[in-house]
């Protein structure tokens, strides 16, 4: 069924009906104040960390509820609903709604009993606090009473865990008053740190545009006994009883009553956030002037939009369109600010970044934002420890130069990561690539940057002893050690365990390093990197190919994981498309590996992370065997991985199956399909469920996955061929042979180029001619100098 479709224009995605298969979701704000709110208003809030920063409550693995509620009440004849179709749930054929997901930004529309209504929610740019503006039209021919009312439902205290179930603290450290248009929250008053009565942990709930009729700061006195969400006593009374909260739990309901006129409009606007009393009055004046939320409104517009104007693609498919243009793009720069800190899935414990997810969540903006990713890329060096590899979480705290290791036990008390995992460090190489290829800056490479526990050095010195770390920890076979985790959290090879995909970006990390010594001329460590790059591959090649695949590891035992002689997990996804990224199959390797992927791991939502599922027959340290069969890293549908196999068929020029990869996998392509896939159709999710699932295709894990990047990186540098290096730009695309015409709009380093790709007699890769602003040049390839402020590019495939 089809709840929804996406409007290019706008770059929105707009819900039609409500009652969708799960909470469709959006993202408002930064990382100093964060906002997600449904399709249905539920959601929470925070300052800095879901798990130590909530405002907000919200019942997670449930009915998405609480939320931002605004409800709506007809005085005269007593009937009542809200501004979003849940709580109160009307009945649809009365009920009209709309809800448009915007770049950081919500607005619902609904129809209801002759007045029409519009929620609108959004986080101002650069602010620490939230807006929800109501608008209300009465579109009968007689002057209407209504009243209209705001609920926010507060945690007693910020840290998560403890406002759940420390009850015998939590339930008796709060207060709420109600001062002048507002209702305050304070939190440990009068503990000895409050000045004037301020712990900095106050919160508020005000109201601008109209004066407030009655209100509530007690959770039970709104709601009222045996009472609920949907129908709250003082919403079916049309009065709050201005009862505030005392040692029990907290809220914020205002409550004003309106007249309107047949036609006439009118707006309020309520602000929340986590301020005191004086600076709540400060925020609050400036929407005494309804009008400024217009301008901040089209403030977050105009900064977004600019964001995602930097690549504009135009092709046959629409859906691949919506995604790379907006949605994809909209989801990696979430991602990129909010890594796995806190979604409907993710309570928001985490309390830092994790290394991995962090570098390979920069790929997906680089070329929309290089120098924001930059900013990024420095952080997260930091993070890298003396010895060559990363800290596996970053504290958001991050001190670089003071901090312990997993070496320390005080690192693993404090973050519950043991030991360090094999990949993290290697996920630079590509980053670094990406950012200098789409810059051109090559001087970043002698940034000085220090270590996570102590001393500096360029980034050229960082990225090698991130080769050192790893030609440092090789197993029997002197291939990487898989450690505590490769990036399969799931599949642990023994401390001294060989990882084959690790083996493969050491490979590919050591080419892109090598690139970067001989542009410093630093011969000696050239034949180093040529001498141990040959070894390294001689034994990928003797140790892991197997007829028509690549194996996943060999355990320190010497058992090999990944073989075809296995009953159950004898394919894996990941060796098959690294051999091909890090350019160490041949291609008559490639080939056949390419084709025993589709051939044993293709279905038609996408391609699985490997099968058969464990369920018997699972090695000592395959943890995927905890989950169902089909499920997560058991078997199922691994969405990051997905992107990485699209790439590897673009550089292979098989257009037609990185395009069938994209289409299975692709969340736009199943916005028709949405009752089976239940996550929302414009935002990818961590896995989908396979073959021996009984609900094959049904998606999990929304928003916050590595999925964004990959699948990013895969279109653009794999589909459609964009890959800059230090000195220009190759062209190289990768469609589907029915793909007559493409156009691409991308700045480059400042320039306008846009590229037409024509392709007449249906080619999957390759090409005849290429011309820059009409010259025909020898190659595909776009030497930077050569570009003027803006450029035409002709590719004839």
């Not at 705001?150 to 840290?159: G, H, L, S």
């Not at 995992?421 to 789409?438: C, H, M, N, Q, S």
């Not at 916005?671 to 929302?680: C, G, P, T, Y």
Request: charged letters at 25%; proline letters at 4%.
């Amino acid at each position: 069924m089809n709840y929804g479709y996406f409007d290019n224009i706008n770059r929105e995605y707009v819900i039609t009906r409500p009652d969708t298969p799960a909470p469709w979701a959006n993202y408002l704000g930064s990382p100093e104040y964060g906002a997600i709110i449904s399709n249905n208003a539920g959601g929470y809030s925070f300052v800095k960390s879901g798990a130590n920063g909530r405002i907000l409550r919200y019942q997670f693995n449930s009915e998405d509820k609480p939320g931002r509620y605004l409800y709506i009440r007809d005085d005269e004849t007593k009937d009542y609903w809200s501004a979003s179709w849940q709580p109160v749930g009307k009945d649809m054929s009365t009920y009209k709604s709309e809800c448009h997901h915007g770049t950081a930004y919500t607005n619902m529309i609904a129809e209801y009993a002759q007045i029409k209504s519009e929620a609108l929610y959004y986080v101002p740019l650069n602010k620490t606090y939230e807006v929800w503006r109501l608008k209300l039209t009465n579109t009968s021919d007689k002057t209407r009473k209504i009243s209209a009312f705001a609920y926010a439902e507060f945690t007693n205290e910020n840290n998560y865990e403890q406002d759940q179930v420390n009850l015998q603290y939590t339930l008796f450290i709060t207060r709420t008053y109600f001062k002048e248009n507002k209702i305050v929250q304070t939190i440990n008053e009068n503990c000895n740190n409050a000045v004037n009565g301020s712990t900095g942990k106050e919160r508020f709930l005000g109201l601008a545009g109209a004066s407030v009729t009655s209100y509530n700061g007690d959770k039970a006195a709104f709601l009222g006994r045996y009472h609920s969400y949907g129908n709250p006593i003082a919403v079916e009374n049309g009065m709050c009883d201005n009862v505030l909260n005392y040692n029990s739990n907290g809220c914020g309901a205002l409550h004003s009553a309106l007249t309107i006129e047949p036609g006439e409009t009118k707006e309020l606007v309520f602000v929340l956030g986590q301020k005191n009393n004086d600076d709540a009055d400060v925020i609050l004046k400036q929407y005494e002037d309804i009008s400024f939320v217009e301008t901040e409104l089209q403030e977050l517009k105009d900064y977004w939009h600019s964001q995602l104007e930097n690549l504009n693609v135009t092709t046959p498919d629409s859906a691949f369109n919506s995604m790379i243009n907006t949605w994809n793009a909209y989801q990696c720069f979430i991602t990129f600010i909010w890594s796995r800190a806190a979604s409907f899935i993710y309570c928001g414990q985490r309390n830092g970044y994790g290394y991995r997810d962090t570098v390979q969540d920069i790929q997906g903006i680089i070329h929309l934002n290089p120098e924001l990713a930059a900013e990024k890329i420095r952080f997260m060096i930091s993070a890298q420890v003396d010895n060559g590899g990363g800290l596996p979480l970053v504290k958001y705290d991050h001190n670089a130069g003071h901090e312990d290791t997993p070496d320390d036990a005080s690192y693993v008390k404090a973050t519950g990561h043991p030991a360090y995992r094999a990949d993290d460090a290697l996920w630079l190489f590509p980053t670094v690539y990406k950012y200098i290829g789409e810059t051109g800056n090559k001087a970043f490479l002698d940034e000085v940057i220090p270590y996570a526990n102590g001393g500096e050095d360029t980034i050229y010195e960082h990225l090698k002893r991130g080769i050192g770390f790893s030609m440092e920890r090789l197993g029997d076979h002197k291939m990487p050690a898989g450690l505590h985790a490769d990036w399969n959290d799931c599949l642990r090879l023994g401390k001294k365990g060989e990882s084959s995909f690790v083996a493969m970006q050491l490979y590919y990390a050591m080419t892109i390093l090598k690139e970067y010594a001989e542009d410093k001329k630093d011969s000696e460590y050239i034949a180093y990197l040529t001498q141990i790059q040959k070894e390294l591959g001689d034994t990928i090649q003797k140790e892991c190919w197997e007829e028509d695949r690549f194996v996943r590891g060999i355990k320190e035992d010497g058992q090999v994981i990944g073989s075809k002689k296995d009953i159950e997990a004898n394919m894996w996804l990941n060796p098959q498309s690294w051999a091909v990224i890090s350019g160490l199959a041949t291609k008559e390797q490639a080939e056949l590996a390419l084709e025993s992927v589709h051939r044993e791991l293709n279905t038609p939502y996408g391609v699985r992370v490997m099968a058969p599922s464990f369920q018997k027959h699972a090695f000592e340290g395959a943890l995927a065997l905890l989950f169902n069969p089909s499920t997560k890293e058991n078997g199922g549908i691994f969405s990051q991985p997905q992107g990485w196999i699209i790439l590897a068929e673009s550089l292979m020029g098989h257009g037609n199956r990185a395009y069938e990869y994209f289409r299975e996998s692709s969340p736009a392509s199943q916005n028709d399909n949405a009752d089976v896939r239940l996550l929302e159709p414009y935002v990818h999710g961590q896995f989908t469920e396979s073959t021996e699932s009984p609900f094959e295709g049904r998606s999990h894990v929304h928003w916050l996955t590595g999925t964004a990047s990959t699948v990013m990186v895969g279109c653009v540098e794999g589909m459609l061929g964009l890959r800059p290096d230090a000195d220009g730009l190759l062209v190289q695309p990768a469609i589907p042979s029915e793909w007559k015409e493409i156009t691409i709009d991308k700045v480059f380093r400042g320039k306008k180029i846009t590229i037409k790709v024509e392709n007449p007699d249906g080619a999957e890769g390759g090409y005849k001619e290429f011309y820059l602003n009409g010259e025909k040049m020898d190659k595909n390839y776009i030497p930077a100098e050569s570009l003027k402020d803006v450029n035409e590019v002709v590719l004839k495939m």
